[in-house]
């Protein structure tokens, strides 16, 4: 599932309101922990981030669009927590929806660099996690490699920390 420019003003309401609304963040729980689904996605410039492979860290997969403000204002938190985290065992990956692929990502990676993997999302791997229906949506991944974390909205370097602090 591919957010589409045209199509999303149903969807921008929801990602205001949860940006600006009272958060929605959650731990993901229950009886049965559940494994991260595994995928293979490929950077612009061919590398493979494969799920599993980065198993003993702590991964934060940022499921995001070029167009979407709340996922731009997030960027630099990502950077920064990145950046003083990953020494740590602290993996991002940014999971691109953007229905015009890298067409749409290389431009604007170019103007808004970024210091962690950048990936395109593909129906498959948005569905593994049980559809994204608001972007930004952000799953922690445990070093065992379970969910642990869901965050929809945008996030702010101190919410990162305090999620850190949680699993590293």
């Not at 293979?40 to 198993?55: A, F, H, M, N, P």
């Not at 669009?65 to 960027?75: D, F, K, M, Q």
Request: proline share 4%; charged share 20%.
């Amino acid at each position: 599932m591919r957010f589409h420019r045209a199509a999303a003003l149903p969807l921008v309401l929801v990602v205001l309101a949860l940006c600006f609304g009272s958060g929605a963040a959650s731990r993901i729980e229950g009886a049965v922990k559940k494994k991260a689904p595994n995928f293979q996605l490929r950077t612009s410039d061919g590398t493979v981030i494969e799920l599993s492979k980065l198993k003993g860290k702590v991964v934060v997969l940022n499921f995001w669009a070029t167009w979407c403000g709340p996922c731009r204002s997030e960027l630099a938190a990502f950077n920064e927590t990145y950046g003083a985290n990953k020494a740590r065992g602290v993996e991002i990956v940014g999971i691109s929806v953007d229905e015009g692929g890298w067409k749409d990502v290389k431009p604007f990676l170019k103007q808004y660099p970024v210091g962690y993997p950048v990936v395109l999302g593909t129906d498959k791997v948005v569905h593994a996690f049980g559809g994204v229906d608001a972007i930004p949506t952000t799953f922690i991944i445990d070093r065992d490699g379970y969910l642990a974390d869901r965050h929809l909205g945008a996030l702010t370097r101190s919410a990162l920390e305090a999620l850190f602090a949680r699993y590293l």
